[in-house]
């Protein structure tokens, strides 16, 4: 049987990433970070086209040599289409068509955040159909009816930011180093959960809202630290786990209402904010209580990675989903679900 060889591209942000995808099994991953971002505390666009510019051939390179596969022998190229920033997003999309044309190989364009969903099935164990998904990311939280690999719905999503907007924007108010998520993580993981308490906003149904709860931190900390210059040193572990602790309370009510309202007992979650110890926990956690079989990619596949757009692609070219060359990727691609 002749093999399906598939190269993917992720490009949507701050890390150029490759992979090669055999038959369905990843057999690389490259992933360049770029360190350029840390001194402005968030990613510049104009600076991460450029390292995206500077960084792809080399991981294309390197991803084709772990695979040990030469270009001659590819079935076909993926690429994030979307949603990300527009110029990142033009520099893997540019590389892919140009690579696909010479090749005269079939191109994929790949959703970004379907990706995230579908990195479930990089390993074992996989979930059984149908499933929800909950994805949280730096951009986008949704609540994901996952049918089959490529019919999917969403049922439930943000009014106004995302999740991880809201780990990120505490981070800065509490002067922490770019990226902060990770960090409010960590001091969290020490701290007293129940410290503080912040007010969480209520929503309609499966929907949320998280602007509430920055606003309200904001206003806290210019509290406290007019009280007591030391206020954020003193109290860095309970700040953190408190604020980690309101925000995955707000993912977890929502989560627990749409499995019980659509009787879905397989689980996952996927997307940056996934990589979270804490959202973890809580979500293997009331598995145990509800019956749940919950389902978490391992750690490399819950940041933005290219292993996950090629497992997306194998299914795309597997169903014939192909895109033309004069294909133009869109940094506000929606997801409101496939078929």
Same mark, same amino acid.
Not at 40 to 66: C, F, M, T, W
């Given at each position: 049987?002749? /093999?399906?060889?598939?190269? !993917?591209?992720?490009?949507?942000?701050?890390?150029?990433?490759?992979?090669?995808?055999?038959?369905?099994?990843?057999?690389?991953?490259?992933?360049?970070?770029?360190?350029?971002?840390?001194?402005?505390?968030? +990613?510049?666009?104009?600076?991460?086209?450029?390292?995206?510019? /500077?960084?792809?051939?080399?991981?294309?390179?390197?991803?084709?040599?772990?695979? #040990?596969?030469?270009?001659?022998?590819?079935? !076909?190229?993926?690429?994030?289409?979307?949603?990300?920033?527009?110029?990142?997003?033009?520099?893997?999309?540019?590389?892919?068509?140009?690579?696909?044309?010479?090749?005269?190989?079939?191109?994929?364009?790949?959703?970004?955040?379907?990706?995230?969903?579908? !990195?479930?099935?990089?390993?074992?164990?996989?979930?059984?159909?149908?499933?929800?998904?909950?994805?949280?990311?730096?951009?986008?939280?949704?609540?994901?009816?996952? %049918?089959?690999?490529?019919?999917? #719905?969403?049922?439930?999503?943000?009014?106004?930011?995302? +999740?991880?907007? &809201?780990?990120?924007?505490?981070?800065?108010?509490?002067?922490?180093?770019?990226?902060?998520?990770?960090?409010?993580?960590?001091? &969290?993981?020490?701290?007293?959960?129940?410290?503080? #308490?912040?007010?969480?906003?209520?929503?309609?149904?499966?929907?949320?809202?998280?602007?509430?709860?920055?606003?309200?931190?904001?206003?806290?900390?210019?509290?406290?630290?007019?009280?007591?210059?030391?206020?954020?040193?003193?109290?860095? #572990?309970?700040?953190?786990?408190?604020?980690?602790?309101?925000?995955?309370?707000?993912?977890?009510?929502?989560?627990?209402?749409?499995?019980?309202?659509?009787?879905? /007992?397989?689980?996952?979650?996927?997307?940056?904010?996934? !990589?979270?110890?804490?959202?973890?926990?809580?979500?293997?956690?009331?598995?145990?209580?509800?019956?749940?079989?919950?389902?978490?990619?391992?750690?490399?596949?819950?940041?933005?990675?290219? &292993?996950?757009?090629?497992?997306?692609?194998?299914?795309?070219?597997?169903?014939?989903?192909?895109?033309?060359?004069?294909?133009?990727?869109?940094? %506000?691609?929606?997801?409101?679900?496939? %078929?």
């Amino acid at each position: 049987m002749k /093999k399906t060889i598939i190269l !993917a591209i992720e490009s949507s942000c701050d890390e150029t990433s490759a992979s090669v995808i055999i038959n369905g099994k990843i057999k690389s991953n490259i992933v360049a970070t770029q360190e350029v971002h840390h001194k402005y505390g968030g +990613v510049v666009p104009e600076l991460a086209s450029r390292a995206h510019q /500077k960084n792809i051939v080399p991981v294309v390179d390197q991803a084709l040599k772990e695979a #040990e596969v030469q270009k001659s022998e590819l079935s !076909a190229i993926a690429f994030t289409k979307g949603p990300g920033l527009l110029g990142a997003l033009l520099v893997g999309a540019s590389f892919a068509k140009s690579m696909a044309a010479a090749l005269n190989i079939p191109l994929i364009g790949v959703n970004h955040m379907q990706a995230h969903i579908l !990195a479930h099935f990089i390993d074992e164990p996989q979930p059984q159909f149908p499933f929800l998904c909950l994805t949280v990311s730096g951009g986008h939280t949704q609540l994901v009816m996952v %049918r089959s690999h490529l019919d999917m #719905e969403v049922i439930g999503e943000t009014q106004d930011d995302a +999740v991880g907007e &809201a780990f990120d924007k505490t981070a800065k108010i509490l002067g922490l180093p770019y990226p902060g998520g990770p960090l409010i993580d960590k001091y &969290a993981q020490k701290g007293n959960p129940l410290a503080f #308490e912040f007010p969480m906003v209520s929503t309609e149904g499966l929907s949320f809202s998280f602007s509430g709860i920055k606003t309200s931190f904001l206003y806290f900390f210019r509290k406290k630290v007019q009280e007591n210059q030391n206020f954020v040193d003193e109290n860095i #572990e309970d700040i953190c786990a408190s604020v980690q602790h309101t925000l995955i309370k707000i993912l977890m009510n929502k989560l627990r209402k749409a499995a019980a309202k659509h009787k879905v /007992k397989n689980i996952g979650i996927a997307g940056g904010v996934s !990589a979270n110890s804490g959202l973890r926990k809580a979500v293997k956690e009331e598995g145990e209580k509800k019956g749940w079989d919950v389902f978490i990619p391992e750690f490399e596949y819950c940041t933005d990675n290219a &292993a996950m757009i090629a497992i997306t692609a194998h299914y795309k070219y597997l169903a014939g989903e192909f895109e033309s060359l004069n294909v133009s990727p869109n940094p %506000r691609m929606k997801f409101s679900g496939t %078929r």
